[in-house]
């Protein structure tokens, strides 16, 4: 055995030895003006920004009520509410938009317009993207991100009520109210229709400290940072709530019902 490692080291040696004798040398000169590579600092690439990302009045995306679909989702977990150490109530989230329509009105998907033409106008002026959190709330999801007696007759369930803010201008949530109340000073289907043209503030209590603005048709509501927080509205940013009072064009009082809520389809 130690015969036969001493040989295979022969072997080896030799063989190194031979291709020392055969490497030839290679010398690297340098000139008095060389310079070094320089090599340019990785600079991260920014993804590619969807339409209305890009701030750009052209590329804002007209809001339809494609985006006032219900938030909900089968993936949400049940909320349990604990008193004490027992389980007194459950709660699961709807199944999404998948799985049920928009209200329905007259056997149609429907929203009420005026919600999306202020929406849009506040894109329109301030070239920003406005962020739905919260447009119509199925039942099920309406109870699921807030199951407080207040929140049972909620306009989000019959599309007459949107929650959002605007994207680049969170903490101004001023300017949307500002530019809604010049909407019905300036459209001409409003024009010397005193009930629509003055807003007036909604003194009795409500559940933001804000007293909100109203008119004939539409009851703005102000949340602030700490205000109005449900699953929808998980975000830190002040929002505005709008509800519609009124249908001008059915001239009707616009209130919540509960025949109204299960007005749609369930897939
Ligand atoms: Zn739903």
Redesign the pocket.
Known sequence: MRILLGILLLFTSCGSSSKEETVQGEYIFRLHDEEFLHIQPLKPKAPPQYPWQTGSQNSLCRITKEYLR?K?SPLNLPRIVKEGDKESARYTD????DK?SLPLKNGKESIYPILLELLNRIQEITKRPVVITSGH??P??NTYIDPSPQNSASKHMIGAEVDFYIQGLETHPEVAIKIIQDFYKTDSRYQKQKDYLEFKRFEKLTNSSTAPWYNKEIFIKLFKAHEGRNLDNRHSHPYISLQVRFDKEKNLAVTFSWEQAQQFLRK
Not at 94 to 97: E, K, L, Q
């Open positions: 219900c909900g709807c199944g999404g938009p049920h709330r199925c099920d999801h």
